[in-house]
């Protein structure tokens, strides 16, 4: 979900670097098809940490282990607790994690 005002693009092009918004959250449903060219940017932001790194899904696929099939209608619980009065970003951000990994409670 989207608060506000959201382009929804079929394509988006970065020159920089492959940005974390264009891959989390609701970024894939807002920027479409990501196309990245490096330029020669490369030489000025190389030094940089990275403070992530996107998988290639096609590529690591096999890696993971297949996950059984559910016994019963729920098989993982998650419970999340945290946040104050206005800070439940955190938790909130960790339940839609559990939910995106499976989690069906």
């Not at 693009?9 to 990245?36: H, M, N, W, Y």
């Not at 099939?69 to 098989?75: G, I, K, Y």
Request: net charge positive; aromatic share 10%; glycine share 12%.
């Amino acid at each position: 979900m989207c608060w506000g005002a959201a382009v929804r693009a079929d394509l988006t092009v970065s020159f920089i670097g492959l940005k974390q918004g264009l891959f989390t959250a609701d970024g894939p449903e807002c920027c479409g098809r990501v196309v990245f060219e490096a330029w020669t940017f490369r030489a000025v932001y190389g030094w940089q940490v990275l403070a992530a790194r996107r998988i290639d899904w096609a590529r690591f696929a096999d890696l993971l282990p297949p996950r059984p099939a559910p016994r019963t209608r729920v098989l993982r619980h998650v419970l999340v607790v945290g946040g104050d009065l206005g800070m439940a970003g955190a938790s909130r951000l960790a339940g839609e994690a559990a939910l995106r990994a499976g989690a069906g409670w």
